[in-house]
């Protein structure tokens, strides 16, 4: 359980911040970019949830999205080591990907058969769906990019990769199973 006395504590005053670990590091550093993508992530998931353009199943299984996503950021706050940790720490499994295929594998079930790239867009929460999956796409990048510099879990970037997947094909079913998607006309406007 997590409690929060105090929101503010101004250790962060000089532009520092603390991992889970205690450690403390630059807030620009790549480690706190990834997870700070994946709260932008995790917050453009709760305007999706706000705004109530979904289906009750669909608003679940973003909640579910949503917690995944703190587990995320809670992976990413604590650097691996060699070292035996003093508790278990919290790390994204692999079973919370295989989640994300399954639901995937049933909504494109749903759909039709795609014919050609969509533009983002046609309802209100297929236009949410999808600028939460280019979020998801930048925050992928961003935990790459510390991956090239220090360990990751790969649970990680695996579920940021099928996140998207399954946002897209989420949108696509908010758009009338696809019928109503917005279809990419290639050289129309020239």
């Not at 278990?88 to 990907?97: F, M």
């Amino acid at each position: 359980m997590v409690h929060l006395n105090r929101i503010y504590t101004k250790t962060g005053d000089r532009g520092e911040t603390s991992l889970g670990d205690g450690s403390r590091v630059p807030k620009t550093g790549q480690r706190v970019k990834a997870f700070g993508a994946v709260d932008e992530l995790n917050a453009s998931l709760g305007v999706v949830i706000a705004l109530g353009a979904l289906s009750e199943s669909f608003r679940q299984r973003l909640l579910a999205i949503q917690n995944d996503l703190f587990d995320l950021g809670a992976d990413l706050c604590l650097p691996e080591t060699e070292e035996s940790p003093e508790y278990t720490p919290l790390r994204v499994l692999d079973s919370q990907v295989e989640r994300l295929e399954r639901e995937i594998d049933e909504d494109t079930s749903q759909l039709e058969p795609l014919n050609s790239f969509i533009l983002p867009g046609g309802g209100v929460g297929a236009a949410l769906l999808h600028q939460a999956r280019t979020v998801c796409r930048r925050a992928e990048i961003d935990v790459l990019a510390l991956a090239d510099q220090e360990t990751v879990n790969g649970a990680v970037i695996r579920y940021l990769n099928r996140l998207s997947d399954l946002l897209f094909t989420m949108a696509r079913r908010c758009n009338s199973e696809g019928r109503n998607d917005v279809l990419w006309v290639p050289g129309s406007n020239r």
